[in-house]
């Protein structure tokens, strides 16, 4: 493949504006350097494409308004709207690469199968929030944005260059009414609704982030639900009669995750949102769905 001659504000547009048709509401372009410095090695973009020049992320919306007002145990099924996400970056792909001859990928959102189920092979987070579509939020580094709230991101690597974009100067977390309920509390929203009370920090005198602590395994075993297919095996496995592997294997719970297996269930991994439907910024900004967004034109 050879790459075609470009320039390289003009290409930006052109590949934003394509990521935009297909379902992006924010792209931005990484400072690769900047991922490069701060990524563990094994986790930079070069680890997975030796000859990248440029990090592309993209964010796509999430619920509906209706979304949130459903029960966990439904919002757990089609919360999130991550694979949006995915086929909007697959597209930029094939894109880039009819577009400008430059070799692209669609940036794997998995785990690292050397490092196991928690360790991602790359942070998609990282991306987005150095091209400037996320900033960290006190729910466990979720990253929020003040116009569209809430996302899912993803990313492509390209070996096209690309001028950088710069990480977002203010941080819409915590917003107001959640300063106000922390000085009152001593928690945020948030915090205060986390099931497994996973979240805590600090708010300053300015109303801003001064420390935030996410109790990680807490948040997985309450969410990632593929983590406890392994231990439920193991129970059978160990078993002393017939009838207690029967409960291990057949006990309802465990039942529903052979049934979350089967249909490829996003509720085996996803979170549990409690943290973002009582959350301002991913509930209410100006564009934050469908609803607001049409009435934002
Ligand atoms: S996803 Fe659920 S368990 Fe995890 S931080 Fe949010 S509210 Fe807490
Ligand atoms: S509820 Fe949302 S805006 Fe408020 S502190 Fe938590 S993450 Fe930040």
Known sequence: MSQNAYDPETAKQEIFAYAKKRGA??????????IERIAPPGHRPSDIMPRVKSVISVGVGGQTQGAWTVPAKALGYFG???????????AL???????????????????????????PLQSLKLHAELAGIGARSLAGDILLHPEF????????F???ELPPDEPMADNPCPAPSCTDMYRKIGQTPCMKFCPVQCLSGKIDAEGKQEEMHYDMAACAEMTQQYEAVPAMLARALEAEDATQRTDALFDPDNKMLWYKMSVGSGGL???CFECMRVCPIATRSPQADPIRR????
């Open 294 to 297: 049409r009435n934002s034109k």
């Open 158 to 160: 390209t070996e096209l």
């Open 25 to 34: 509401l924010a792209v931005g372009v990484a400072d690769l350097a900047a």
């Open 93 to 119: 792909a094939f894109f880039m690469e009819s577009m400008y001859g430059a070799p692209s990928v669609y940036c794997p959102p998995d785990m690292d199968n050397e490092a196991g189920p928690r360790v």
């Open 80 to 90: 999130s709207t991550e694979t949006r996400a995915y086929s909007c970056v697959y």
């Open 149 to 156: 709230g809430y996302m899912y991101f993803a990313s492509v």
């Open 269 to 271: 991994l996803a979170q």
